[in-house]
């Protein structure tokens, strides 16, 4: 039988403080962005689509962040190969994407070699959960598969 651990605890709670942390993040992006522009005397022409960046792309995180905390409840519940796990892989290889095309269109009015890093970062998170979603995928089968057998 299947056990949590420590570990398993202390990473849903990391994803949990990260979630809400996420949400006031995005919250507070407006207020931010202008006071950064004001202190580091960025020009008032990239506010607004330094906001538009970060907000979207602050949304998207915390989208990722919900699909971790659903799937951590199949995890902790001992059951993490089912079709709401292969959907929420889905769900965070597109909200990897949306972020690394919102950083893509940042380097055209903005470019630094963070932007670019990003955007490399979050195209291979993007590849790597839909590996794991055709992983998932086929271990839904082979358990489906078994359970009939069984």
Known sequence: ??????????????????????IVCCILV?????WGSQYFGYEESVRIPFTVV??????AAVYIM?????MFKTLLGGNPFVWENVSSF???????????????????FWFTLATA???IVFVIAGLFCLTLKD???????????????V
Do not use: W
């Open 90 to 108: 889905r769900k965070l290889a597109v909200a990897s994407f949306v972020i690394a095309i919102l950083f893509l269109v940042k380097c055209f």
């Open 30 to 34: 407006p207020f931010l962005v202008k």
């Open 66 to 70: 919900y699909n971790l905390k659903t």
């Open 54 to 59: 970060l907000f979207c792309s602050g949304i």
């Open 117 to 119: 890093l990003i955007v």
């Open 1 to 22: 039988m299947y056990k949590p651990s420590f570990v398993h605890y202390l990473t849903k709670l990391l994803v949990d403080i990260m979630f809400y942390g996420g």
């Open 135 to 149: 992983v998932f995928k086929q271990a839904v089968y082979y358990k489906e598969e078994n359970d009939y057998t």
